[in-house]
Structure formats: C-alpha cells, structure tokens
C-alpha cells in the first residue's frame, strides 16, 4: 500500500556554539554591567537574586551575533513561524535590540514558566557549574515529581494533538557558550539547582521588528 506523508509544521529553535573572541566580548560587557550595577531584577519574571542592565552602547558585536539568527531562523521555520507566530512579514521592516542582561543564578533559584516581549529572545550560557547527571541524582531530585528536571533549562509548548510538551535543555559545562535562540512567545523555564555555591552565568536578550517610517518628500 502506496501511502503520503504529513507532517505538521512546527517552529523550533536554533543553537550554535560561539566564538572565543564572542565570549571574550561578552565577558567584557559582563564586568562593565557588574561595575555599573543597574539592577535589572524588576523587569524579569524569575527568582533570582542578581541580574545586570547590559546597557544599549557599543552593541555592534552582540548584534552581529544575533541578527544573523533572525534570518537564519525566518529562513529554516518561514511558514510555521509566519503563520503560528510573526505573519507575513514586511520588506521594509527592520530588527532592533530591545535589551539585554546579565543573570547570576544561584542554588535554589530558578526562572518560572514566562515568555519574553519582542518577535525574537535569546539565552547565551557562559559559566555552568553544575553537570545534569549529578544534579539528577541528588536526593532532592530522586524525592521530586520533577526529577529529570532539576538543573535545565525548560522550553514548554503544545504540540498537534493539544498535549502540552516540555523540551529539556540539559545544562552541564559543554553548554557553555551556546545561544540557544527562539520566538518571544515561546514559554520557557529555568529549574533550580543544588550543592553547588557558584553562580551559573548566562547573557539573554529581545529583539523587535518596526518599520521605519517613510521620509516626507520635500
């Protein structure tokens, strides 16, 4: 029997791994924002203790990071992403960052189920000091509905047949300098993690899409 294949279209996310001189940039901008100390606690949905403005200065760098991302994923996921997430999309429009910010995530913090503002968002891990396999193991783990959970990082969506699906990033030090990027509204979380003093670091950020305005003729 002769049969056809359908799938339905999904968008994703994509992931790719940086540049020593990328992070090298970035940990730069880390310390001037650790210096500066323009809290950005109040603007974040999570439970975390610490986290700095990166400020909109100087940006070229960080741009040509992640714009290149906003046409490589409008290119990988064009038709579930027009039209599940952004529509069509005008040929005038431009990208713009909207902000970006440093996290220190300690044990037992953690960033509850949100979305971002914006039409892109983006998550750079730059010091992890924790493993997924030792996290997993952990007695406060082995005791927990959400056992395989603890320490990842969590994107959550519904899938064809209206179930609701985590997807686990599982964060360890081979994670480090990886963006993983993805749409605004795509609901993500953050799991806390154990026994384990240092901070984990990591650089997120927003992008939009406006249209510039048409020059009147003189």
């Known amino acids: 029997?002769?049969?056809?294949?359908?799938?339905?279209p999904s968008p994703g996310f994509l992931t790719c791994q940086l540049t020593e001189d990328q992070m090298d940039?970035?940990?730069k901008r880390i310390d001037v924002a650790k210096t500066k100390n323009h809290s950005y606690n109040d603007q974040l949905a999570g439970n975390i203790s610490k986290s700095f403005d990166m400020g909109l200065n100087d940006i070229d760098p960080i741009l040509k990071i992640v714009f290149p991302l906003?046409?490589?994923?409008?290119?990988?996921?064009?038709?579930?992403?027009?039209?599940?997430?952004?529509?069509?999309?005008?040929?005038?429009?431009?990208?713009?960052?909207?902000?970006?910010?440093?996290n220190y995530q300690y044990q037992n913090e953690f960033n509850p189920m949100h979305s971002h503002s914006g039409v892109f968002s983006w998550v750079i891990w730059m010091k992890i000091p924790t493993e997924d396999e030792s996290q997993s193991s952990l007695p406060i783990?082995?005791?927990?509905?959400?056992?395989?959970k603890v320490s990842s990082f969590n994107f959550t969506y519904t899938n064809s047949l209206g179930e609701v699906v985590d997807y686990k990033i599982p964060m360890g030090k081979?994670?480090?300098?990886?963006?993983?990027?993805?749409?605004?509204?795509?609901?993500?979380?953050?799991?806390?993690?154990?026994?384990?003093?240092?901070?984990?670091?990591?650089?997120?950020?927003?992008?939009?899409?406006?249209?510039?305005?048409?020059?009147k003729p003189k």
């Not at 993805?182 to 950020?205: M, Q, W």
């Open 1 to 8: 029997m002769k049969y056809n294949i359908h799938q339905f």
């Open 25 to 27: 940039f970035l940990w």
């Open 70 to 102: 906003c046409h490589a994923y409008e290119e990988q996921f064009k038709k579930p992403y027009q039209d599940q997430v952004s529509g069509p999309i005008p040929s005038k429009a431009v990208l713009s960052l909207n902000d970006w910010w440093v």
């Open 141 to 148: 783990a082995a005791n927990s509905n959400a056992k395989n």
């Open 174 to 215: 081979a994670k480090e300098g990886t963006i993983a990027f993805f749409p605004a509204t795509l609901k993500h979380c953050v799991y806390p993690f154990f026994n384990c003093d240092e901070p984990r670091i990591s650089v997120a950020g927003n992008i939009s899409r406006y249209i510039m305005p048409q020059e």
